[in-house]
């Protein structure tokens, strides 16, 4: 972005990239699968790098309304400072906490998720797909609460799935009744309370039961919490966890 | 007039006046949450109430209780105009007074029959469900006491009401029958018509004995029930109304910005800003240790909540055994609340009992299993917001308490040093750039 600023011009997107994107090793390969997108269809984007702070959101579920609104008021200064207008993030989490809860501390943009910029990409026919080594595969959608329920997002990833021309498989328990994976409301970060099973056990197990090729999903810890839930049950070989950015740029080689 | 005139009269003024008298109380106790605006965007706050509690809209993904509720909600509505009739007949000692209608009287009646039966059918179905088939949301430990025998107080009441209306129609036919001169011919009876037989060999005086009482326990259970409502989970037959009117019309990813640290966070980044001067009145802890540190509309979610237990139903934490029930937070902020209603009758104003929601009703272990994912919001029919509760609850925890599990003080840590909730290098941010 700083980049940008210099030359004295302006990207037509803003990627937020997200802490775990940036620094959770496997969903930066969801990051570099969102990059591959931007480049292959030539938009101007640019990315806030070092600049980048956590969006608060973690602190704000657990209950530190303090340090959220710190690292808000922090990041709505860097993005203000850049006139930034549109953003684009990696993560339901980010995209969620800026859409909504920045404009009333001073930061108002236009937010999306990726799952919605592609989207918009292949409506507008920038940005063809085709489903490559996907055709006719078996792809459940695990919904991530903060891009669904939270924001009643759910069709933009089902749309670009479907595009892949694979069976689509819906759990029992999607949508509006999309079932947690267990990491939300800061859960990621800490231990589980005391129970008789863990969250992301009952999800995949439930997603493993459509016994598809692929979980598809939008989110990084959602990405984190199916994984384990895969390896929980042994089906490594049978079913792989992939964020819906990553469907499109493998299939179509980018 | 005449004595049962007079009797019905007294009655009706005396039931009227102690539901005022406890209506009022509860308003107070409401009115002791703070003060939160939902009067905006009227036009859509009309609709949603008319498509979400008029409608029943979020009732339709569970088919089969929707259908039994509509039968007792639509029951319940509908046959309070013959209600309506009733108190004419009590007050003036008429005889089904609106028998002038004629035709259309008979019609209504049948109607009314229909849907009794209907109402009868819905809650021995749903007796059922709660004590023989045992449906797993009904027999949680939640429900262990008092609430369970609720549940089957109102649904017993509600067949004995529809039972007395059939069995007073039944006196009622044969008395009409008879030719009996108070008794005017009028009404059509589809259902009672088939218990008529049963009172074929009774002698006049026994059937208007018989009709009488019917009509005295119909009258009274409703004057009853009126009341009962006040302290029962079955006050949402009211509530859902304004407590759907009153909805979090935002998107439900979008959790309250605590303005209170907005001033605080301000005047840190920037040394000039003076923060608008607090309001008067108790100073405001960050979050929520009692009911008193909630917001009205959450007090009244509480006395909304009927108890269905479709949020625990689809709760992730509370499906894999944790300890967290969004319905027990409901139950436990009510609970709480009318203790300090009581506490406030007793002594004119609160007076400390050493006791609060947190602690004595919640625990940190209920509170910390939350993930936020608002599936206990979405599964609401009459929009009812646990997660805010719980969100409102952990602020205290955290910004009053520091008493956050130490992986969250962990990650607190990490974001004000790095930024980031895990302790890698802010300067590493960038480096997904350079790898493969």
């Known amino acids: 972005m700083a980049d940008y600023a210099a030359r004295g011009e302006s990207p037509e997107i803003l990627f937020w990239v997200g802490c775990a994107g940036s620094f959770d090793d496997r969903a930066k390969k969801i990051t570099k699968a969102i990059v591959r997108i931007l480049n292959h269809v030539g938009m101007k984007f640019a990315v806030l790098g070092t600049e980048e702070t956590c969006n608060g959101d973690p602190a704000k579920r657990a209950g530190n309304e303090f340090l959220f609104q710190m690292q808000a008021m922090n990041a709505i200064t860097v993005l203000n400072g850049y006139a930034v207008k549109k953003i684009v993030t990696g993560c339901p989490h980010c995209f969620n906490t800026i859409k909504n809860e920045y404009p009333a501390l001073g930061g108002t943009y236009e937010v999306i998720h990726h799952t919605q910029l592609i989207q918009q990409l292949i409506d507008a026919g920038k940005l063809s797909v085709k489903g490559g080594a996907f055709q006719g595969k078996k792809i459940t959608f695990h919904d991530p609460c903060y891009l669904g329920r939270a924001n009643g997002v759910y069709e933009a990833p089902r749309e670009v799935i479907e595009k892949l021309d694979v069976e689509l498989a819906e759990m029992k328990r999607s949508k509006a009744k999309g079932f947690c994976c267990g990491a939300g409301g800061a859960q990621m970060f800490k231990d589980a309370e005391k129970g008789n099973k863990e969250v992301n056990v009952e999800r995949t197990e439930e997603a493993l039961a459509l016994e598809p090729a692929v979980i598809a999903t939008g989110c990084p810890f959602c990405m984190t919490m199916m994984t384990d839930g895969v390896k929980h049950f042994n089906k490594e070989q049978q079913t792989r966890v992939m964020d819906v950015a990553e469907l499109i740029a493998q299939a179509n080689e980018l | 007039m005449g004595l049962q005139n007079i009797l019905f009269i007294l009655l009706l003024l005396g039931a009227t006046f102690l539901f005022i008298v406890n209506v009022r109380k509860v308003r107070r106790n409401i009115l002791l949450g703070h003060d939160i605006d939902r009067t905006d965007k009227p036009s859509e706050r009309w609709k949603t109430m008319t498509l979400v509690a008029l409608g029943q809209s979020k009732m339709l993904t569970r088919p089969i209780p929707a259908i039994l509720h509509i039968f007792v909600y639509v029951g319940f509505v509908l046959i309070n105009i013959e209600v309506v009739e009733m108190f004419i007949d009590g007050v003036t000692g008429s005889h089904r007074f609106l028998s002038f209608l004629g035709g259309f009287y008979n019609f209504l009646i049948a109607f009314f029959e229909v849907l009794a039966f209907l109402v009868t059918f819905g809650c021995v179905i749903f007796l059922l469900r709660r004590n023989v088939i045992r449906i797993k ?156 540190d909630l917001n009205w509309k959450q007090l009244l979610d509480a006395y909304t909540c009927t108890e269905c237990g479709r949020c625990t139903s689809a709760c992730p934490a509370n499906q894999t055994g944790k300890l967290l029930s969004p319905r027990k937070i409901m139950m436990d902020t009510r609970d709480r609340l009318e203790e300090v209603g009581e506490n406030i009758d ?91």
């Open chain 2, 346 to 436: 007793k002594n004119g104003s609160f007076k400390d009992d050493e006791k609060s929601l947190f602690g004595n009703y919640i625990t940190a272990e209920e509170l910390w299993a939350c993930t936020s994912c608002n599936a206990c919001v979405q599964e609401c029919p009459v929009n009812i917001d646990p997660l805010s509760i719980i969100i409102d609850m952990r602020r205290y925890l955290v910004m009053e308490q520091s008493a956050a599990p130490a992986g969250l003080n962990l990650m607190f840590t990490n974001m004000e040093n790095n930024g980031a909730p895990w302790q890698f290098s802010p300067a590493d941010r960038l480096n997904w750039a350079k790898e493969n």
């Open chain 2, 137 to 292: 949301r009904f027999i949680s430990k939640d429900l262990d006491g008092w609430p369970r025998t609720d549940a089957n107080l109102i649904l017993t009441t509600e067949i004995l009401l529809m039972s007395a209306l059939f069995i007073m129609n039944a006196a009622d036919q044969r008395l009409q029958a008879m030719g009996m001169h108070h008794y005017i011919k009028a009404g059509s009876f589809p259902v009672s018509s088939f218990l008529a037989p049963a009172f074929g060999g009774m002698q006049v005086g026994t059937l208007i004995v018989i009709e009488r009482l019917c009509w005295w326990f119909h009258i009274i259970g409703i004057l009853g029930f009126l009341n009962y409502l006040v302290i029962s989970k079955h006050f949402h037959i009211l509530l859902a109304f304004p407590n759907v009117f009153y909805s979090n019309l935002n998107p439900k990813g979008q959790f309250s910005n605590l303005a209170s640290v907005t001033n605080e966070v301000k005047a840190m980044m920037d040394p000039s800003f003076i923060p608008a001067p607090a309001p008067a009145g108790h100073p405001q802890r960050f979050g929520a240790k009692d009911v008193m």
